[in-house]
């Protein structure tokens, strides 16, 4: 993060001495369009679909009337078809939104390291901007328990939700597919290790945890899973993602959060190496980043914007499960990044095993 | 053969040079396969044993590593409860379909195509409503006075789900035998002494045995490679194969891994297929005998 924050610095002082002024007006802004640069262009934006997506197309609306650039949207987000495309020399996905990780899994291999003069990313909060990508927006895990089951005593942690012996209770956990990485490490926590010294054999520690959570452990597969089992009362205590965690409130479902080191997730805005027009892709990243585009996306999805000064107008509900605020932003858990990247498939393979009744 | 030798056949069906007429019909359905099945089989064996180098190490991979051998086994004895069950559930159904007039027929075969219609995702959600803690049959079972029963998340109900999803597979062809199943046959053997249950084990049973078979043959190999409905209606421990492969290839990228997963599940069917075939063979004269 420094170093390229670093790189873009000098890029603009060498810059700088050679063009003077003119170079200023280059400059990009984060949510500027150039009125009619991309006429007779054609961008593929990709991501996860669902109310998400029109979201997010609702943010770049204004980008794609003012560009005239006609934009295509596709989706869900998948990789191994990603993979396939940058393989086969026929990429035509422009501009990806990825999970957190493979960005920093892939970068360089199946996504572009990003020209940071080509982005104004200095609305994004603090190292949240990666070699290969930008944030798309914020969310996070959060621990909900059921009020009415823990009633004066309710869990304050994740200390608490590994303990079954204080708190009983049928747990959920998200079962979605990859490992999240920051609650193996609370997990590791429980086990009585220091996440940020975490070896490679640390992730069978932290999986036992988990494991021996019991039987009747709920992982749950989709997002829209975990608010029905929270709308049902079928889990006790939920590992569930903010926006989730805020539906099902709205819905009705007796469950509160406990904001204790809730782990601090994004999605990530990537371009893939090959597109056919890279400067049309950063044209659409820098609108996305806008602070216009980010209160818009917020609005309409209730994730938190990442542009520091989007002032949404969401409502109360919304606005309880928004994860930007000073003490939100004090109690959040930041994963140890460093040590996922590398070990992301070892630690997949073993999470594997454990969803599959190992 | 020639056609003068032969003039009572149109000619033109046997004249030499033109006998690549009746397989020029086969084109589209040849070349679909090839397209769509062939060649994409063809890929996924070679990037098993090409990904990440020439070699066996998928397959080292995945013998080497007990929970693919678990999940491996759990997705075959799955399968098989669902076909049980299946057969089960579909062969008074599809003897009640010869039994009744044309317009009850109506009724049950629509019955058993309306479902078929609607897809096998709202189905299955269908079911999570019908089965979780909180769900109706609890629900029920509860105002009854009976403690609830864990069925979602458990392989009970998986099995429920794929074998209602998979259903009209083993009516269809049951019914299909059925019907060409004379039932003066039945009155014949009663009329010669045999008491309805033995008609029916002797008489009715053998001849609708290739239905059985053909029906549970479908099922069973649908049932294999089912995803979605293990998905959501399981929990860890009815995990089948599909998953393990989704996980392999979208999200590790490990396609030669998954490759050799799916070139294992295809093999291990072949040779059950291979070892059921004479078994069902013999059964098929027997039927046709008598």
Do not use: H
């Amino acid at each position: 993060m420094f170093k390229s924050r670093f790189a873009g610095l000098g890029a603009i002082l060498a810059l700088g001495v050679v063009a003077g002024a003119a170079f200023a007006q280059e400059k990009p802004v984060a949510g500027e369009v150039k009125e009619g640069s991309l006429k007779g262009k054609t961008l593929t934006f990709v991501s996860y679909g669902g109310i998400y997506q029109d979201g997010q197309a609702a943010a770049l609306k204004e980008f794609v009337d003012k560009s005239g650039v006609k934009l295509l949207n596709d989706g869900p987000t998948e990789i191994a078809k990603l993979q396939a495309q940058v393989e086969s020399g026929n990429v035509t996905w422009d501009v990806v939104d990825t999970d957190d990780l493979p960005p920093y899994v892939y970068c360089g291999k199946l996504f572009q390291k990003l020209d940071l003069t080509k982005l104004d990313v200095s609305k994004i909060p603090e190292g949240q901007v990666g070699e290969c990508s930008v944030p798309a927006m914020n969310y996070g895990v959060v621990l909900m328990y059921n009020k009415e089951k823990y009633k004066d005593n309710p869990p304050k942690s994740w200390a608490d939700f590994f303990d079954t012996a204080k708190f009983p209770g049928v747990r959920g956990i998200d079962g979605s597919g990859s490992p999240t990485g920051g609650l193996l490490e609370q997990a590791f926590k429980v086990a009585g290790g220091d996440p940020k010294a975490m070896t490679v054999a640390d992730i069978d520690k932290a999986i036992d945890v988990v494991r021996k959570l019991g039987p009747d452990t709920i992982f749950w597969k989709t997002g829209a899973e975990s608010q029905q089992l929270a709308e049902s009362g079928e889990a006790d205590m939920l590992m569930m993602w903010t926006g989730r965690a805020m539906t099902a409130v709205k819905n009705g479902a007796k469950y509160a959060p406990a904001w204790q080191d809730w782990l601090v997730v994004m999605d990530q805005m990537t371009i893939p190496v090959g597109v056919k027009d890279t400067d049309a892709s950063y044209a659409l990243l820098n609108a996305y980043l806008g602070k216009q585009s980010q209160e818009i996306l917020a609005e309409k999805t209730s994730y938190t914007p990442i542009n520091g000064d989007a002032q949404p107008k969401v409502d109360a509900s919304v606005a309880a499960f928004l994860t930007n605020t000073p003490d939100r932003q004090k109690q959040g858990y930041k994963q140890n990044f460093k040590f996922w990247v590398p070990n992301f498939a070892v630690a997949q393979e073993k999470w594997s095993a454990l969803m599959a009744g190992n | 053969m020639s056609a003068s030798e032969l003039p009572t056949q149109p000619a033109a069906d046997v004249r030499p040079g033109r006998a690549w007429r009746p397989f020029a019909l086969t084109a589209p359905a040849l070349i679909l396969l090839v397209a769509v099945i062939g060649y994409p089989l063809f890929t996924i064996v070679l990037r098993s044993l090409s990904e990440p180098e020439w070699g066996v190490q998928n397959y080292v991979w995945f013998f080497g590593a007990p929970i693919n051998l678990t999940v491996l086994q759990r997705t075959f004895t799955i399968s098989a409860w669902v076909t049980i069950v299946c057969v089960i559930c579909a062969y008074p159904y599809a003897y009640l379909m010869t039994a009744v007039g044309p317009r009850v027929r109506l009724v049950l075969v629509l019955c058993v195509l309306i479902p078929f219609w609607v897809s096998g995702v709202v189905r299955t959600l269908s079911w999570v409503i019908l089965l979780q803690d909180s769900g109706v049959i609890n629900s029920l079972l509860r105002l009854a006075g009976f403690d609830g029963i864990r069925l979602i998340r458990t392989q009970t109900g998986v099995v429920i789900g794929m074998a209602q999803v998979l259903l009209p597979f083993m009516i269809l062809p049951l019914y299909s035998v059925m019907k060409g199943i004379d039932l003066r046959l039945m009155r014949a053997a009663q009329s010669l002494g045999a008491r309805p249950s033995r008609a029916f084990f002797t008489v009715y049973l053998p001849l609708s045995l290739p239905g059985v078979y053909a029906g549970a043959i479908i099922v069973f190999i649908l049932a294999l490679g089912f995803y979605i409905t293990p998905a959501l209606l399981g929990g860890p421990r009815s995990t089948m194969l599909s998953t393990l492969v989704q996980t392999q290839v979208l999200s590790l990228l490990q396609w030669g891994r998954g490759g050799a997963m799916g070139v294992v599940l295809l093999v291990t069917t072949f040779v059950l297929l291979a070892l059921a075939a004479p078994v069902m063979r013999s059964r098929y004269r027997e039927a046709g005998r008598r």
